[in-house]
C-alpha cells in the first residue's frame, strides 16, 4: 500500500518562505506530485517530480529524493492568497493501477 | 477551452437512496479517475477508468460502481447511501491513464442525510 505523511498545519508571514515536507512509503514510484487545494475548490496542480533534484516553477519549488522517499515543496514570497491546504500525491506503478494516493493535506496559512 | 465539468456541483440524497454522479473530461483526454475527499483528508482512489474498461479500483465497498462511455465521460454510481458517504466526489482527467498531470473537476458535494 501507499503511506504519506505531511504535516498538518503550517503557519507563515506574507513574503516569507515556507517549506512543506511529506515523506512516503510507496509500492512502486511513478511520480510525486503537489496540488494546491483552497476551501470548499478542487484541487489544482502545481508540480511533478519523478527524478531525484528540484524543480523551480515561479515562486513554487518541489524537491525530490527517491532513495530518501521524502519531498518537499517550496513557497517563496508568501502572497495572502496562497493560504490554502497542499496535498501531496504520489502516483504508484503499474502493479498498483498508477493511482494516485494523497496525504492528508498541510493547511497553510499565510499572515499580514 | 473546456476544463474538467463535473454535475450536480450540490446534491442532498437521504440513507439507502441510489446517486449518480457524471464527469466529462477535458476534450482530448481518454482517462477518468475517480476520487472521494472526506472533510480535512486528502483524496482517495476510487476508480480509474481508461478507454472505457476499468484500470483500478481503490478499497471502497461494491456499493461503487462505475463506468465510460465511448466519449470519455465517465459515472460514478453509490448504492444504498450511508451516512459515510457524504464527501467531494473529485473526478480527475489526464491524457493517458500514468499521465503526468491529472486535471480535477469542481467536485460534486454529495450530503446524505
Known amino acids: 500500500g501507499q503511506n504519506i505523511d505531511q504535516p498538518t498545519e503550517m503557519t507563515a508571514t506574507e513574503g516569507a518562505i515556507v517549506q512543506i515536507n511529506c515523506t512516503y512509503q510507496?509500492?512502486?514510484?511513478?511520480?510525486l506530485f503537489w496540488y494546491q487545494q483552497h476551501a470548499g475548490e478542487a484541487p489544482t496542480f502545481l508540480s511533478y517530480?519523478?527524478?531525484?533534484g528540484l524543480e523551480e516553477k515561479g515562486r513554487f519549488s518541489s524537491f525530490l529524493s527517491r532513495s530518501k522517499g521524502y519531498s518537499y515543496l517550496l513557497l517563496k514570497e508568501l502572497q495572502m492568497k496562497d493560504s490554502a491546504s497542499y496535498l501531496c500525491a504520489v502516483r504508484g506503478g503499474r502493479s498498483n493501477d498508477y493511482k494516485l494516493s494523497f496525504g492528508a493535506g498541510t493547511t497553510v496559512t499565510v499572515r499580514a | 477551452d473546456a476544463g474538467v465539468t463535473q454535475s450536480p456541483t450540490h446534491l442532498i440524497k437521504t440513507r439507502g437512496q441510489h446517486v449518480t454522479l457524471r464527469c466529462s473530461p477535458i476534450s482530448g483526454h481518454k482517462s477518468v479517475s475517480w476520487y472521494q475527499q472526506v472533510l480535512g483528508q486528502g483524496p482517495q482512489f476510487i476508480f480509474q477508468y481508461y478507454e472505457k474498461e476499468e484500470r483500478g479500483r481503490g478499497n471502497f465497498p461494491d456499493r461503487f460502481s462505475a463506468r465510460q462511455f465511448p466519449n470519455y465521460s465517465s459515472e460514478l454510481n453509490v448504492n444504498a447511501l450511508l451516512l459515510g458517504d457524504s464527501a467531494l466526489y473529485l473526478c480527475?482527467?489526464?491524457?493517458?491513464?500514468?499521465?503526468?498531470?491529472?486535471?480535477f473537476g469542481q467536485g460534486t458535494r454529495l450530503t446524505v442525510v
Open positions: 510507496t509500492s512502486g514510484f511513478n511520480g
Open positions: 480527475a482527467s489526464s491524457l493517458f491513464a500514468q499521465n503526468t498531470e491529472a486535471f
Open positions: 517530480n519523478v527524478l531525484d
